[in-house]
């Protein structure tokens, strides 16, 4: 899957309606559905509960020069949602800053990712359902169609959890004795 038209397309075929998008910005009412859903659908998948390895930033974050109150730092424009501060430091959020009281915070958070080359072929393949589930009531009309992608999207996306899963290296547990060890 090479661009968004591939993407539409994949999820207008779940449908099994026949319609195919030749361009996302055509004013037909499938395309239209498919461009108003698909970043929404793209940044509710990833912000799913599973954190996918190829969507985690870690940013040193800029204070907002502007924000007199307290220190207050800019989020990054590509946020999601925030998993931690690398100092392990508490925080808040409210709009767009961040609150803490570390002097130089560095935010590891769940970036959107909108270049499609950028995603997994699993990941697209659970993104292309979840679009199709979105649309299938506007534009099937079917609750057994929608019902049907829901279910096929539940299955995609956990393959691609299952996949993503993959990526992440377990470390071998260093030695360590503990105090109960080392009272012998």
Same mark, same amino acid.
């Given at each position: 899957?090479? $661009?968004?038209?591939?993407?539409?397309?994949?999820?207008? $075929?779940?449908?099994?309606?026949?319609?195919?998008?030749?361009?996302?910005?055509?004013?037909?009412?499938?395309?239209?559905? %498919?461009? #108003?859903?698909?970043?929404? %659908?793209r940044?509710?998948? =990833?912000?799913?509960?599973?954190?996918?390895?190829?969507?985690? @930033?870690?940013?040193?974050?800029?204070?907002?020069?502007?924000? =007199? @109150?307290?220190?207050?730092y800019?989020?990054?424009?590509?946020?999601? &949602?925030?998993?931690?501060?690398? $100092?392990?430091? &508490?925080?808040?959020?409210?709009?767009?800053?961040?609150? #803490?009281?570390?002097?130089?915070?560095?935010?590891?958070?769940? &970036?959107?990712?909108?270049? +499609?080359?950028?995603?997994?072929?699993?990941?697209?393949?659970? =993104?292309?359902? +979840?679009?199709?589930?979105?649309?299938?009531?506007?534009?099937?009309?079917?609750?057994?169609?929608?019902?049907?992608?829901?279910q096929?999207?539940?299955?995609?996306?956990?393959?691609?959890?299952?996949?993503?899963?993959?990526?992440?290296?377990?470390?071998?547990r260093?030695?360590?004795?503990g $105090? =109960?060890?080392? @009272?012998?």
């Amino acid at each position: 899957m090479r $661009s968004i038209t591939d993407l539409f397309n994949l999820a207008l $075929s779940h449908l099994a309606q026949g319609y195919v998008v030749n361009d996302p910005t055509e004013q037909t009412p499938h395309a239209r559905l %498919c461009s #108003t859903y698909y970043p929404i %659908c793209r940044q509710e998948l =990833l912000d799913d509960d599973h954190q996918w390895t190829f969507a985690v @930033a870690s940013l040193p974050l800029n204070i907002d020069a502007g924000y =007199l @109150a307290k220190p207050a730092y800019v989020l990054p424009s590509d946020f999601i &949602r925030p998993f931690q501060l690398e $100092s392990g430091e &508490r925080f808040f959020i409210e709009g767009d800053h961040l609150f #803490t009281e570390d002097p130089a915070p560095i935010l590891r958070y769940v &970036r959107d990712i909108k270049d +499609l080359a950028k995603l997994p072929p699993k990941f697209k393949i659970a =993104l292309s359902y +979840l679009l199709a589930w979105r649309i299938a009531g506007p534009l099937a009309q079917s609750k057994e169609k929608q019902d049907k992608t829901e279910q096929q999207f539940a299955m995609a996306k956990t393959e691609a959890i299952n996949k993503d899963l993959q990526q992440h290296r377990i470390e071998n547990r260093p030695d360590f004795e503990g $105090s =109960l060890i080392q @009272a012998r």
